[in-house]
């Protein structure tokens, strides 16, 4: 079966970026020239799917109107000949089907997901996190979805990290299969505690993952942080069925944490099709006075 939806939670609260986030939601945080979610949104076009599932909660308007039509601004634009920049607003509410479902209390990545049971019905579907940035040739959803064509099971994106890092992350161990970069899951663990894993398998924010999830969300109790954990229900979606882990080709920005977010303006403004070459001459400059 085709995956068609894609579920982007963007109901937490963003914390480790206050103040910055008290009344702008984190995912709305610029990067060079655009809010962190628009490069997410323009990574599901670009891996052919059809709808975004918002998982919102109060004070994220924000991301609604950003994908939302603004009469008012076009009209404005237009009076001033500004066509092509009322465009290029109307291009990006024109980018794909939207649709918002509140998660009313911020219980988790886990419950964000299960939240959006009714509008994913039973067919298997992607989910991609708000603040995760990833830079790579191919889209790394469609990595995934080439990955589910020929295993048609869950399959969660995974990068190598530190061993004193493992700590910060849900961490999958696995068993080659034969695939390039993919390996059968075996164990995970949300957060694991220093020394009880000797993994370096890390789950970043981009999944596809079967309908069964949601009865195993249904019955998962609160776990690490006292949160329903997606990690905790995709261990027991293991026991039932096979998953996957995808190690992809590509370099992911954690953009809700500050260092990752420095780092992603640096790779995207020295990516920019306008003004990468002179800010790259502009860090070669200072990093001479460094
Ligand atoms: P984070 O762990 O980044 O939490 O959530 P957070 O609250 O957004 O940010 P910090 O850690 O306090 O700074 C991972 C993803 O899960 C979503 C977040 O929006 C983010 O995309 N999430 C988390 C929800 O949608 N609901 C929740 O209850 C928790």
Known sequence: ???????????GLGTRFLP????????????????????IVEEVVASGIDQIIFITSEGKSAIENHFDYNFHLDSVLREKK??????????????????????????GLGHAI?????????????????????ISKTPCAKQ?????????ESIVAIQRVPSDETFQYGIVEGEENGRENTYKVTRMVEKPAPGTTD??????????????????????TPGHGGEIQLTDALLALTKKRAMYALEFDGTRYDAGD?????????????SHAEIGDSFKKYIKEIATTL
């Open 258 to 270: 500050k260092m990752g977010y420095l780092k992603a303006i640096l790779a995207y403004g020295l």
């Open 144 to 152: 995934l979805l080439n990955l589910f064509d020929d295993v048609g």
């Open 114 to 134: 299960w939240t959006a049971r009714h509008v994913i019905g039973n067919e298997p579907f992607m989910v991609l996190l708000g603040d995760d940035l990833v």
């Open 82 to 107: 500004k066509i092509a920049l009322g465009e290029e607003l109307n291009n990006i509410s024109n980018l794909i089907d939207i649709v918002s479902v509140r998660q009313k209390k911020p219980l």
């Open 1 to 11: 079966m085709k995956v068609r939806k894609a579920v982007i939670p963007v109901a």
């Open 20 to 39: 910055a986030t008290k009344a702008i939601p984190k995912e709305m945080l610029t990067i060079v020239d655009r809010p962190t979610i628009q490069y």
């Open 199 to 220: 993994s370096d398998m890390a789950i970043i924010g981009r999944y596809i993952l079967k309908p069964e999830i949601f009865d195993i969300l249904d019955k998962t």
